[in-house]
């Protein structure tokens, strides 16, 4: 049996003897991809002018990039300890994406908190770039050859170390396009309902596909005897689960209140003093 996809090579290309990695190639288009789907939506949400996206991302990517090496490297610290110097070297792979939405989303928080902007409004703006830039960096995954599966028979298994595995980058990236079609989905027909309600959506989507996906990796980060992603995760769609339904309840409460602000409105003058015409009774 062989791989339906062929052994990658690394390395794209070279410029002046420097080594340009299909890895950093895919999260640059991930990255580009997600800012296009923001620049484009972005007046459904107020933000004028649309350059106000680009400010965003020049400060919640750099930091959301840092957060990503910084959290990988925490928990494989053994890895780097004797080569403090190979911390910086990303473009070789190593980056937790958990790392990257708590920096990524603390940054433009913060950021449009400053800006005196509504936080859920922009993250809502952010998730369905958010989904689509991670599926297309999954690829980066398979031409690093990481990030893979145990060994299996299936015939979509792909060829690492010269051992048949599941595609896992190819599971992941699926189930992020499939959720940034859904959050697409769910602004487009009008079931947005209440600001967060993407972002949140998304947390709870992912947390779920990523928990399954983590038990099929064999080069899992851990806490303990634990997969560290799969506690996040889980943490993340139970946390996800209940600010749902909180701001779905408070969206449902203002939104009840603004009625009966408006029916109270409509209704006729009964004061005492109104007057009455005397032949159809009404004032």
């Avoid at 494989?76 to 790392?99: L, P």
């Avoid at 487009?188 to 399954?212: A, P």
């Avoid at 851990?222 to 209940?242: E, H, K, P, W």
Wanted: hydrophobic share 50%.
């Amino acid at each position: 049996m062989k791989s339906w996809l062929p052994v990658p090579n690394p390395i794209a290309f070279k410029i002046f003897g420097l080594e340009i990695r299909w890895y950093a190639i895919m999260l640059v288009l991930g990255i580009v991809a997600g800012v296009i789907v923001m620049y484009i939506r972005a007046p459904k949400y107020g933000v004028e002018p649309r350059d106000r996206v680009l400010d965003f991302m020049l400060w919640v990517v750099p930091i959301g990039t840092i957060g990503c090496r910084v959290y990988y490297v925490i928990f494989q610290w053994d890895q780097y300890k004797d080569n403090f110097w190979s911390v910086f070297e990303i473009w070789k792979g190593g980056i937790a994406i958990h790392g990257g939405l708590i920096f990524g989303i603390t940054t433009a928080v913060l950021l449009v908190r400053h800006w005196k902007q509504s936080p859920l409004k922009w993250l809502d703006l952010v998730a369905p770039g958010l989904a689509l830039a991670q599926s297309i960096g999954r690829w980066g995954n398979y031409f690093n050859s990481e990030a893979h599966g145990r060994p299996t028979t299936l015939p979509w298994a792909i060829e690492v170390d010269g051992e048949l595995v599941h595609p896992t980058f190819l599971y992941a990236a699926i189930w992020d396009f499939l959720l940034f079609l859904l959050l697409i989905w769910i602004e487009k027909s009008g079931r947005r309902k209440f600001d967060g309600q993407l972002i949140i959506t998304h947390l709870i989507v992912y947390s779920f596909g990523r928990f399954w996906n983590e038990g099929l990796r064999t080069d899992n980060l851990m806490i303990g005897n634990l997969r560290q992603a799969q506690v996040i995760s889980v943490i993340i769609f139970v946390c996800g689960i209940a600010l749902y339904i909180f701001l779905s309840k408070k969206a449902k409460r203002k939104a009840q209140t603004a009625a009966d602000i408006g029916d109270a409105e409509t209704l006729p003058d009964r004061r005492p003093d109104a007057e009455v015409d005397p032949e159809t009774g009404s004032d």
